[in-house]
């Protein structure tokens, strides 16, 4: 056999054993809002439309709006299609959320951090594990997230987190505790949305505020898809542990093309890493280069 042609055999083998490891997690299905969340706060600044197949948080001078999940939940796949505010929504946050409900929280965080009209969308991502988190990210988005819905997603577990923005994975938080650092795997999470003025800090470091001649400002949700171990919130562990979809082997580490689909985010989107922040971490944290975050 010609030397070519052994290296695209070993070449396609290579791809072939790498895709018998990893997946893309399964397609969410979307359900109505009142399948598995409820409103929290300022019920009338959310509208419902087709049935609660979509929803609207609105955000005014007198107060935002938010909602959450009807179940805890102890690893699993999240999924929510998003329209974010559109125009000019400096100083506003929306975020879709895994928070645990204790002095010592875990949480998994998508915040959309609004801008002037014409400058673009910032996502920022974090992990807090036992009420310290200090782990955040800041990504442009390679696209116009007030315009059509897209759809944000989080995998969770035992092995690792991983955001997704339309099924392309954005970030990785392997579990590194064999490295000395925490991870989330013993508190059940509910999940949570909100709409809301932060303009202490959101936009500029809070240089830019809430216009409120702009106001009200809408963001738009639908999908509301949740695939996880319910669990009470005493719960430590899931009774289905190893059982699920998401246990499984090829879920355990991306496969070549998430992680190159990874590699392409980190070159050209993002604009902040808490990795690479050698005022904050003089030394690296020992999870970021696992995480191939350097």
């Not at 409900?101 to 609004?114: T, V």
Request: charged share 20%; with cysteine; glycine share 8%.
């Amino acid at each position: 056999m010609a030397p070519h042609s052994l290296r695209s055999l070993s070449f396609g083998l290579l791809m072939l054993f790498a895709g018998a490891l990893a997946a893309a997690p399964r397609k969410p299905v979307d359900v109505p809002f009142g399948r598995n969340y409820v409103p929290t706060w300022a019920f009338d600044h959310i509208k419902y439309f087709n049935g609660g197949s979509e929803i609207q948080l609105v955000l005014d001078k007198n107060t935002g709006t938010g909602f959450q999940s009807k179940g805890s939940y102890l690893f699993g796949h999240f999924s929510m299609h998003l329209k974010l505010v559109g125009g000019d929504s400096a100083g506003t946050v929306t975020a879709f959320y895994l928070s645990s409900q204790n002095s010592e929280h875990d949480e998994i965080d998508f915040e959309f951090l609004g801008n002037r009209t014409g400058q673009p969308y910032i996502l920022q991502t974090n992990v807090y594990t036992g009420g310290k988190g200090d782990k955040e990210q800041r990504i442009y988005l390679w696209f116009d997230p007030t315009t059509s819905f897209h759809t944000y997603s989080v995998l969770w577990n035992l092995y690792q987190i991983v955001f997704f923005v339309d099924d392309v994975p954005i970030r990785v938080f392997k579990n590194s505790k064999d490295l000395g650092v925490k991870f989330p795997f013993n508190q059940p999470m509910k999940l949570y949305s909100s709409l809301w003025s932060a303009d202490d800090w959101a936009t500029r470091g809070g240089l830019e505020k809430t216009d409120w001649s702009k106001a009200p400002f809408v963001a738009s949700y639908r999908g509301f898809h949740i695939d996880g171990c319910e669990a009470s919130v005493q719960a430590q562990f899931c009774d289905t542990q190893g059982k699920r979809w998401w246990d499984q082997k090829e879920f355990q580490d991306l496969d070549a093309y998430q992680w190159r689909r990874l590699q392409w985010v980190r070159s050209k989107y993002t604009i902040y890493s808490y990795c690479t922040d050698r005022t904050r971490y003089p030394t690296p944290p020992p999870e970021c280069k696992r995480d191939r975050d350097i």
